[in-house]
């Protein structure tokens, strides 16, 4: 089917209408009219969440690059094969796909792809011919239980969490399960032992965040078993902290820890205390602290900002042991450079398994080690692969298709 649209202009206010039609037409030259399209398909589109038709055909042999006719392709819909088919959008030449994302799914749809060549003269069409395809259908849209492209990714899912439930298992049966030491956690003993020795406190800043960051939680599970060695030890462990929710939960932390060490009479609920919610201003407790007390050991594991290296430098003034530990990597810098040991990003995380020796985490930090002993071994063998042509094995990890 052929259809031709021919534009009017006005060069000047003729005297009658005949005039008008004679001196204004512009007809379409001969011979302008590309050829349809062929091999028209159309299908649910795949691996979505429905409300999706996708159409594909073969280019016209005038496409841009084999004859230079077809400047587009215009995309028509419709509810019935006989129905009226309206146009729904358009690509440039060149291009042998649409997706139609204007459906409901369950209602059959008929799709036409029209051959478009068109003149154009300061952004007016002059003159346009189509030449449109036969009716294809009809198609309904659906959406898939699962999105077959990121199959790889649910690969990787079940053997990240096989490893970390095999491990656990292990854990819970008593065998040995070797963790790489963590420089750290392995001097805290040494740590505690000196402030015993020098009779003076140890001091254990939490973070400036809530119980709600991953960092704190991570600190607040370390203090566990610093607070049992300080009570094992009789040392004194202070515990200044900037959010009461952190008050109520180190504090139970702390009493618990005495408890297991056999010297609850010892423990005072003072050890834990609040000062204040304000950045600055809980630093600048934490330096009061650490200049009058001048503790033998310090630790700082948690979330900090910009107080870090404000209270780390305080400590190192004073000659204190100073062990730190978080997430934030702008901040490691500074502990790194004031402290005598740092846990780096999450090595923090790893501490508390590592200390604790719980079958749960003891179990989920090998199976997270395995997985990325996996992916590293992943990442050298696709870049031996690709970098000499053997095999594009960066294919097993595309999760969105081209």
């Known amino acids: 089917m052929l259809l031709a ?16 039609a004679a001196d204004s037409l512009n007809p379409t030259p001969p011979n302008v009219t590309p050829v349809m399209a062929k091999n028209i398909t159309v299908r649910d589109n795949p691996d979505d969440d429905g ?11 005038d496409d841009i690059d084999k004859g230079g006719k077809v400047t587009a392709y215009n ?20 291009k042998n796909s649409f997706t139609d994302n204007a459906v409901k799914d369950g209602i059959e749809y008929y799709y036409k792809v029209a051959t478009v060549n068109e003149l154009k003269e300061k952004g007016k069409v002059v003159w346009s011919v189509m030449a449109d395809s036969d009716p294809v259908g009809p198609v309904k849209s659906s959406a898939q239980w699962f999105n077959m492209q990121r199959i790889n990714v649910f690969v990787g899912t079940l053997f990240v969490c096989g490893a970390i ?35 003076r406190k140890i001091v254990y800043v939490p973070g400036i965040n809530d119980m709600d960051n991953v960092q704190t939680i991570a600190g ?46 010892s423990f005072r609920e003072d050890q834990v205390h609040y000062l204040t919610d304000d950045q600055f201003g809980y630093a600048a407790a934490i330096d009061g602290i650490i200049v009058r007390d001048k503790p033998a ?26 062990i730190a530990g978080t997430g934030q990597p702008s901040q490691l810098p500074f502990f790194v450079a004031s402290c005598d040991y740092t846990l780096i ?23 997270q080690d395995l997985a990325k002993s996996a992916i590293l071994l992943s990442i050298l063998i696709g870049v031996i692969l690709e970098t000499f042509n053997i095999f594009r094995f960066s294919d097993f990890f595309r999760v969105i298709g081209e």
């Open 51 to 61: 409300e999706a038709i996708r159409i594909e055909w073969e280019t016209s042999v």
């Open 5 to 20: 649209t021919v534009s009017f202009a006005f060069a000047q206010e003729p005297a009658d209408t005949a005039q008008i």
């Open 220 to 265: 607040v599970n370390i203090l566990n078993h610093v607070a049992e060695k300080a009570a094992q030890y009789e040392t004194e462990i202070e515990v200044p902290v900037s959010r009461s929710l952190v008050m109520v939960t180190a504090r139970e932390v702390v009493k618990e820890a005495y408890s297991r060490a056999g010297r609850p009479d």
């Open 75 to 94: 995309i028509m819909r419709s509810t019935s094969i006989d129905g009226e088919f309206e146009i729904i959008g358009d690509v440039p030449a060149g």
């Open 165 to 199: 439930f095999f491990y656990i298992k292990r854990a819970k049966a008593g065998k040995e399960i070797y963790i790489r030491k963590i420089a750290g956690m392995e001097s805290v003993d040494d740590a505690v032992g000196r402030a015993t020795e020098m009779g």
């Open 345 to 367: 990003g999450e090595e923090l995380f790893a501490a508390s398994a590592y200390l604790s020796r719980e079958p749960k985490l003891l179990g989920s930090l090998k199976g």
């Open 297 to 322: 050991t310090i630790f700082y594991m948690g979330a900090f900002f910009a107080e870090s290296l404000i209270m780390a430098e305080t400590g190192n003034s004073i000659g204190a042991i100073q």
